[in-house]
């Protein structure tokens, strides 16, 4: 017997420790190469681990929620020739699926072409996306069993559509009342980052009601100019590039803290984060150098990076580095909120329900349309007053949208 101890590998940036998120083998099963065995998580990435060698599985360590410390073993193999044989075929190689893990650290990449067995192989990587494989878990669906509509025999969500509602139901008629989920994986590293912010950050709120009747008009007035099928505006990018033009006056609001130094890093590029609701938690993919593109690209990359999110595709680069965010619950923006602030930033700009209201315009109560917007500022680097001004002058900007593409004129 030749055993094989495989330790929790550097994923790079510092990284000390890692959470296990999901174990896809178990003591007993036989592995080949380059075969998914567990997914894991740090701060800055979640990382899907192949098999190093083939074997058998002795041990691991470690339940889902646990942290394993780089270095530490995480997975022991019998590596001996009794241990592999077993007629097991080699592996079949992986189809050209649409989805791919949320990020892979460049250090754990596995080569061009590696293997995976078919994907209902009981001991095999059944191939699917990471969020579907929580949705399984939460469901107490074994993938093993559900045949896969996508290439290559690939589980997409509809496949588990018509299993994960039976599943969850089914205590509801005998089982237990409650049920236990573990906070884990990416929704744990929200609430942490979460909770870290609120506790820091000296948050200070501002809201204030835009009259969007005019930017609406002109919004539906570019949608009427796309061709059929091309994708259409919403108030996001206008919010956004509006957002880009105010900064220039208030550069103090797009900052970044390094709390560790002491610092305040002025950027003079705007990129902006954008709140995007996923199936596997808020995550924040940023538009960059968003300050240098026209409304049309803008738009584009919005939801370009909304679409990569939303299906797990996101690298690590398209979810670091904003230096402002804007958040938006669409048709479920409600009167107002109060944005928690995607800390080092020093901002957070939220979009409310746009809704038609009776105000009062020039002495008549007149129909307009009315959209709140709801801000967070860091008080400790950015004044009530200042944090006011600025909003005021996106409002202004917003409820005469021609001006937003009307360059500022700098001063000789």
């Excluded at 199936?279 to 939801?303: F, Q, T």
Aim: net charge neutral; proline share 8%.
């Amino acid at each position: 017997m030749s055993h094989y101890v495989f330790k929790m590998p550097d994923l790079g940036e510092g990284t000390v420790d890692a959470e296990i998120v999901a174990w896809h083998t178990k003591p007993g099963d036989a592995i080949v190469e380059d075969q998914l065995i567990v997914e894991v998580m740090t701060d800055k990435a979640a990382v899907e681990v192949p098999a190093p060698v083939s074997g058998r599985v002795v041990s691991i360590t470690g339940a889902p929620g646990d942290k394993v410390a780089v270095g530490s073993p995480l997975i022991v193999f019998d590596t001996g020739a009794e241990a592999t044989v077993d007629g097991a075929p080699p592996p079949a190689p992986v189809s050209a699926g649409p989805a791919a893990p949320p990020v892979v650290a460049p250090s754990m990449a596995p080569p061009a072409g590696i293997a995976a067995p078919p994907a209902n192989a009981p001991s095999g990587r059944v191939m699917t996306s990471p969020a579907n494989r929580r949705r399984a878990r939460e469901a107490g669906i074994d993938l093993s069993t559900v045949v896969g509509s996508g290439p290559g025999g690939r589980i997409l969500r509809d496949d588990l559509g018509a299993l994960a509602p039976a599943a969850l139901d089914a205590g509801s008629t005998g089982g237990p009342q409650t049920s236990e989920i573990k906070v884990i994986g990416l929704r744990r590293l929200i609430a942490e980052r979460m909770s870290e912010a609120k506790r820091n950050i000296p948050h200070f709120a501002y809201v204030e009601e835009v009259d969007v009747t005019e930017l609406e008009s002109l919004r539906n007035h570019l949608n009427a100019s796309r061709p059929t099928g091309a994708g259409s505006l919403s108030y996001l990018p206008l919010v956004v590039m509006a957002l880009t033009r105010v900064l220039e006056s208030f550069p103090q609001c797009n900052v970044l803290y390094d709390a560790a130094r002491g610092v305040l890093v002025r950027h003079r590029a705007v990129h902006v984060g954008i709140a995007t609701q996923t199936p596997d938690g808020l995550k924040v993919p940023v538009v960059r150098n968003a300050d240098s593109r026209a409304l049309w690209e803008l738009a584009a990359e919005i939801r370009r990076l909304a679409e990569r999110a939303r299906t797990a595709k996101s690298t690590r680069e398209e979810l670091t580095g904003s230096t402002i965010t804007v958040t938006s619950l669409g048709k479920l923006g409600g009167i107002a909120s109060t944005p928690i602030i995607n800390a080092p930033e020093v901002a957070i700009i939220g979009l409310n329900k746009a809704v038609e209201r009776p105000v009062v315009l020039n002495g008549s109560v007149v129909v307009r349309r009315i959209m709140n917007l709801s801000s967070s500022f860091d008080h400790r680097f950015v004044d009530g007053y200042d944090a006011a001004a600025m909003i005021q002058a996106l409002k202004e900007l917003l409820e005469h949208p021609a001006t937003i593409f009307i360059p500022k004129v700098k001063s000789k």
